[in-house]
């Protein structure tokens, strides 16, 4: 996806910061607005004006992760959370809450442009001449050209991380998918050292399908390993 028509979110209340990375930014083509206090950040982030909300954890009026809530009780849009070096709390919290994931303060601006990039794409539906496919498990329906799930029949509120997730899982249903794999198929990254995004977004992923009307689980965690969808 070409940055030149993305407009990003920056929720973030230090300033001069703020104005470095609008700078930055620019150069790689983004068009980004700085609000500077959570309440701000939560009306600016549910207009619908932007594609993507770059959001901060220590904020006035409203920390990052009660922005986070507020914004996933209505929105999908995809949330890069940026967190204290070392403060896996924080990471673990945010991904709970919702997002789509986390890069540690102090960062490298080009991860930075290699992270919004990773989560553009994830999120990029297929092209509107594509034809619609769908993937179905269980009472598990994905469609996979507008990239929503139902489950039940019902709408499944997922995140776009989330989609991914489950679409891999279901097209490898009975295979062992590894973390570091499942990483890269909807992260868009590699895994790092310490990282637990990804099992964050499969525990997110969990509690939001439950389980088969019998009781019984739909994924399996490997330990060490990986996951996989327990075929009916």
Same mark, same amino acid.
């Given at each position: ?66 922005? @986070?809530?507020?914004?996933?009780? $209505?929105?999908?849009?995809? +949330? *890069?959370? =940026? !967190? #204290?070096?070392?403060?896996? %709390? ?53 469609? @996979?050209?507008?990239?929503?799930? $139902?489950?039940?029949?019902? +709408? *499944?509120? =997922? !995140? #776009?991380?989330?989609?991914? %997730? ?67």
């Amino acid at each position: 996806m070409s940055s030149d028509s993305v407009k990003l979110l920056l929720i973030d209340d230090d300033v001069e910061l703020c104005e470095l990375l609008i700078e930055y930014l620019a150069t790689e083509g983004y068009d980004v607005k700085a609000v500077h206090d959570g309440e701000s950040g939560v009306l600016s982030a549910l207009t619908g004006e932007y594609q993507l909300v770059l959001l901060d954890v220590t904020l006035p009026k409203l920390n990052g992760f009660d922005v @986070l809530k507020k914004i996933r009780q $209505t929105s999908d849009i995809p +949330v *890069l959370m =940026l !967190t #204290a070096r070392g403060d896996d %709390v924080d990471r673990i919290i945010g991904l709970e809450f919702g997002a789509d994931d986390y890069l540690p303060k102090p960062y490298n601006h080009r991860e930075l442009v290699a992270r919004i990039k990773a989560i553009m794409r994830r999120g990029r539906p297929q092209a509107a001449d594509s034809n619609p496919r769908t993937l179905s498990i269980d009472d598990i329906t994905l469609n @996979l050209a507008n990239r929503e799930a $139902t489950i039940h029949g019902e +709408v *499944l509120e =997922l !995140t #776009a991380t989330e989609f991914m %997730v489950l679409k891999a899982l279901i097209e490898k249903a009975g295979e062992l998918i590894s973390r570091d794999e499942l990483t890269q198929i909807a992260l868009n990254r590699r895994l790092t050292l310490y990282d637990r995004a990804i099992d964050m977004h499969v525990s997110n992923v969990r509690k939001k399908i439950g389980t088969r009307a019998d009781g019984t689980a739909r994924i399996k965690t490997v330990r060490g390993a990986g996951y996989f969808y327990i075929r009916p």
